[in-house]
Each structure stands twice: as C-alpha cells, then as structure tokens.
C-alpha cells in the first residue's frame, strides 16, 4: 500500500494554496508556484466519470512530477458511486487527497447537476460524501460557494453537513454562484465557518496581492490562504505573502 501524508503534514499553519484552474494549474505551473512558495496544490478539475470511464486525458490531469509536492485532485460528477470510484483511483494514483468541487458556477458543469448545483441538493451531496469517504484512507476536502444565489446563501449549512459526514477539509469561496466572479467575495463567511467548525479551512477570493493573504489570515482565523486567478502571470505573489506571513517582512 502507498504511503499517503496525513492532512497535518499536507497542510502546515498558515498554509498558501495554490486553486484548481481548468487549463491553468497543470504539473509545470504548480512546480513554478512551489518554487515561488505554495505549500499545497490542487489538480486540474477532473470529470468523475471520465476517469472511471478510462479517459485517458482525465488520467493525464492527475498526473505530477515525481518530486511534486502535497497535490490534491479535485474531481467533479453528481453520482456518488462513481465519484467513490474516481475517488478511489486518485487515492491509488498515489495523490495527498481528494477534493469534490461543490461551487463551479460554469453552465456546462451545473447542468449535469454538478459543483454549484450541489448547493441545491443537500441530501445528494450528503450521500456523495458519505460514499466517497467510504471509500478512502486519505484526507477528504470539499470547495464550496457561499449559496447558489441570494436566497439561498447555506454555506455554514453545508459546511456543517460536510463536517457531519466525514469531510477533513472545506475550501471556501464566499461568492454565490450567481455572482460567478463579479462582486466582492464575502470573507465574513470564512470567518464564520472557522467559529463554526472543528474542520480546517482554507479561503478563497479576492486574494489578489501578498497582503490580501495576511488580512485574510488575520481577518478570518483561516487555516490557509488559496490563490488562483491572482497568480496569473504573477507566480512571485507566493513568494511574497510568504515573506510577509513568516517573516514579517515590509
């Protein structure tokens, strides 16, 4: 059997993460960010059912380089046995953990009744995290919007749900999914899922320089900081935050 990292080690305080970027965060782009700093980093977003299906560019996406670091695969789907399966084929492609993307906003993901559309469907998504955690030894985390659209907003809901079934880690983009990228993400969110609950909790959004991720980690009490769009084409913003968080660099 591999040995696998326990979360503890995947994620050390004060941790910058590098987000799941579709066409973005392939193994070249996550070791120059690991270069930069980044203590943990996600895969590409990968279809459940075209990895259980033998897609062969889905297995390609949860490829890395050998000396990579801590790397979770994300994956996506609405059926809870083959994301236990897909699951489990990540668990044995070696990888740190596993992440179920509960907040893409993009069209063509949510009418196959996946990401954010999750967010509409509680009890699924229970049933999805329960099989899945079922089916590994590994450390589980879930990504999640703050609520579908404004009257819906049931993050610290569906983080509570998350703990209740198994879930180790919860990443938190305090958007709804009707914003999409537009308007400010609501970090007041993540500092209550944090109050809330014994899980560790990355943020998301809005960290779009180094001292985005102090206030953050200041503002919110988050275990970790999660950077995307902000390291386009500005890998050093790792480099940076990290000086700034350890260091107490100007």
Request: proline fraction near 5%; charged fraction near 25%; hydrophobic fraction near 40%.
């Amino acid at each position: 059997m591999l040995e696998h990292r326990t979360l503890r080690e995947i994620l050390p305080p004060k941790a910058l993460v590098l987000a799941p970027m579709s066409g973005i965060t392939d193994p070249p782009y996550r070791l120059l960010a690991r270069e930069k700093g980044v203590d943990l980093a996600y895969t590409e977003m990968v279809s459940a059912e075209g990895l259980v299906r033998g897609n062969n560019a889905c297995s390609r996406l949860l490829e890395g380089y050998l000396s990579e670091g801590p790397l979770i695969g994300q994956l996506f789907g609405s059926d809870s046995a083959v994301l236990a399966e897909a699951a489990s084929r990540v668990q044995e492609m070696g990888l740190d953990g596993v992440d179920i993307n509960v907040g893409c906003p993009a069209a063509k993901v949510v009418k196959r009744g996946a990401g954010a559309a999750l967010l509409r469907a509680p009890m699924r998504l229970r049933e999805i995290i329960k099989e899945v955690r079922n089916a590994l030894h590994i450390p589980l985390g879930i990504k999640i919007r703050s609520g579908w659209d404004a009257k819906s907003l049931n993050c610290l809901e569906i983080v509570q749900l998350a703990e209740d079934c198994g879930v180790d880690l919860v990443t938190i983009h305090p958007r709804l999914r009707s914003q999409r990228f537009e308007g400010e993400a609501d970090w007041g969110l993540i500092r209550m899922a944090k109050e809330q609950t014994g899980l560790k909790v990355i943020g998301n959004g809005d960290v779009r320089a180094p001292e985005d991720a102090v206030r953050m980690l200041n503002e919110t009490g988050c275990d970790g900081v999660m950077i995307g769009r902000g390291s386009w084409g500005n890998p050093w913003i790792f480099e940076r935050a990290r000086g700034l968080i350890h260091e107490g660099l100007d």
